[in-house]
């Protein structure tokens, strides 16, 4: 069979999973979600993983300005495919979340070009935007990417491998879902510009703006005072992941100025620049070390449209006490 013709058929086999899914899961996620899902898988599939092609926003509207594949929606791109996922298949079993990526010649890649300072990175993430990760597994000489794992809530997740293939000199994303069967209580995501995580409060100020690059400042504080002992963490003193709400797309966020030298330290402020595809709401995670911990604050923005109210608000309104994270 083809590979046009069984990534089709992957497709559909997606689509009956997904059924299962929300069946079992009492309707792990939302039918918009769902049928999002599957329609970047489709337009994956069917464009041949080429950037530029239109698929639908969370919201139902088409005018995407790049493909599935270039928001990290997609199973394959450029000839390279994420194969092979394997997690436990219950609550609280011990196991591991393992991947294999192959390149153009279906073989699996074993040679990498680092970024941030490491080869692959994985986000996992619930259909609702809670319960994320960022980690960083090992690779094993056949290839393959593994970390000891354990799921702490039931639900739909998304499984994103941000990567450069030595070969090909470029980022890609490629995601797929995992499946955790149980009782599903979804969260809403609302408006957070303010959150605490382990003592330390975070703030995020800036307009996102739909279509063009903007700058987004996290300021770090704690008991009410500036957190100037920041110290690097992925080549940077912050690292930055944004999802669109509805389906997830992934966002690569770039932080301002030099890598920092090693025992530099900074803050409180961090700042960002991003490009939101399309209008609507979209979920920051901000990973930032003090003391060797890592901390991750999420946070939760609307786009504006350069001053006005965006098409779900201004993105500054105060979220309460709502915690988007796990």
């Known amino acids: 069979m083809k590979a046009p013709a069984r990534l089709g058929l992957y497709g559909l086999v997606l689509v009956a999973v997904f059924a299962v899914a929300a069946f079992t899961a009492n309707t792990v996620v939302p039918e918009s979600t769902v049928q999002a899902w599957a329609e970047d898988t489709e337009s994956t599939t069917h464009q041949g993983h080429e950037e530029g092609g239109e698929d639908m926003d969370s ?12 928001l990290g929606l997609g199973i394959a791109q450029d000839g390279y495919q994420l194969t092979a996922v394997t997690a436990p298949d219950a609550l609280g ?55 000891p ?19 090909h000199g470029e980022g890609i994303t490629l995601s797929t879902a995992v499946q955790v069967p149980g009782d599903y209580d979804p969260a809403a995501a609302e408006p957070v510009t303010e ?4 003592g330390f409060d975070v703030t995020v100020e800036g307009d996102l703006v739909a279509g063009s690059a903007s700058e987004l400042t996290m300021t770090v504080t704690r008991d009410g005072e500036p957190v100037t002992a920041l110290e690097p963490y992925l080549g ?7 999802l669109r ?24 402020q961090i700042v960002f620049e991003a490009t939101a595809p399309t209008p609507g709401r979209y979920l920051l995670y ?26 779900h608000g201004g993105g500054h309104e105060e979220g309460g006490d709502h915690d988007h994270g796990e």
Not at 59 to 70: R, V, Y
Not at 96 to 110: A, H, I
Not at 149 to 167: C, I, K, N, S
């Open 59 to 70: 919201t139902g509207h088409e005018g995407h300005d790049a493909g599935a594949g270039s």
């Open 93 to 147: 079993a011990d196991g591991e979340l393992s991947l294999t990526v192959t390149g153009p010649d279906g073989k699996p890649v074993t040679d990498y070009e680092l970024e941030h300072e490491k080869e692959p990175h994985l986000i996992v993430v619930r259909a609702d935007g809670t319960h994320f990760r960022h980690i960083h597994p090992e690779r094993g000489a056949d290839g393959a990417w593994s970390i």
């Open 149 to 167: 794992w354990q799921w702490e809530a039931a639900g739909t997740y998304r499984v994103f491998a941000d990567f450069v293939p030595a070969e």
């Open 195 to 198: 959150t605490t995580v382990e």
């Open 236 to 242: 940077a003193f912050g690292h930055l992941v944004a």
């Open 245 to 268: 709400d509805g389906d997830l797309a992934y966002l690569h966020v770039h932080p301002h100025g030099d890598a920092p030298k090693a025992g530099e330290t900074s803050g409180p």
């Open 286 to 311: 901000l990973d930032f070390q003090v003391d060797g911990q890592v901390h991750t604050a999420p946070l939760v923005i609307d786009t504006t449209t350069g001053g006005a109210e965006g098409e």
